[in-house]
Nanobody, 126 residues
Framework: QVQLVESGGGLVQAGGSLRLSCAASARTIGSYFMGWGWFRQAPGKEREFVSAISWSGSSTYYVDSVKGRFTISRGNAKNTIYLQMNSLKPEDTAVYYC?????????????????WGQGTQVTVSS
């Protein structure tokens, strides 16, 4: 069983930056080939896709609202991913979740993911 642990959330002013991290608890061959994604959920709203990356890192995906501001990347150990968030806006406020899929593709659909983190709060003040 792979457990995901997020970190890096917090309170920031609009225009500021945060870097979220997500680490898999077990560095196994399986975790090396996983695809990863970031999702977020604001109060009263459904969980929405933010960004994803394939197992190789060669393919990345973003929701239109964060393109040019957020960057997803994988760590050298391949069992850690990051979400660099720049030019943050109040509408980015949400609980951010990382997820991993054994198929390795990276996806914008929640049902494609096998493992989820517990979430980390990001609050952007205006």
């Amino acid at each position: 069983q792979v457990q995901l642990v997020e970190s890096g959330g917090g309170l920031v002013q609009a225009g500021g930056s945060l870097r979220l991290s997500c680490a898999a608890s077990a560095r196994t061959i399986g975790s090396y080939f996983m695809g990863w994604g970031w999702f977020r959920q604001a109060p009263g709203k459904e969980r929405e896709f933010v960004s994803a990356i394939s197992w190789s890192g060669s393919s990345t995906y973003y929701v239109d609202s964060v393109k040019g501001r957020f960057t997803i990347s994988r760590g050298n150990a391949k069992n850690t991913i990051y979400l660099q968030m720049n030019s943050l806006k109040p509408e980015d406020t949400a609980v951010y979740y990382c997820a991993a899929d054994r198929a390795g593709l990276g996806s914008d659909r929640t049902n494609d993911y096998d493992y989820w983190g517990q979430g980390t709060q990001v609050t952007v003040s205006s």
